[in-house]
């Protein structure tokens, strides 16, 4: 947390408080959004949500799945 974090009035009642660590849901989010930001689908990530077809829809998950790693790959052994 950043001393400008620190500083912030905390919300009266808040639906979700701050963790002391990350967890693995937390990671496997922040990845999947870098990969999205990384290694966009060349034709259908220029196509708005609202616009875009099933068969789009389900041709853009399928790149996703290719194109994302997941944190347990990060392993040692």
Do not use: D
Not at 16 to 23: A, G, L, R
Not at 31 to 46: D, E, L, Q, R, T
């Amino acid at each position: 947390m950043t001393p400008s974090h620190a500083k912030r009035m905390p919300k009266r009642n808040p639906k979700k408080v701050p963790k002391e660590h990350y967890t693995t849901g937390s990671y496997e989010r922040a990845i999947a959004y870098g990969c999205n930001a990384a290694f966009p689908h060349p034709v259908v990530s220029k196509i708005k949500p609202k616009e875009r077809t099933a068969e789009q829809w389900g041709e853009l998950k399928k790149w996703q799945r290719e194109h994302r790693w997941h944190p347990h790959q990060l392993r040692t052994v």
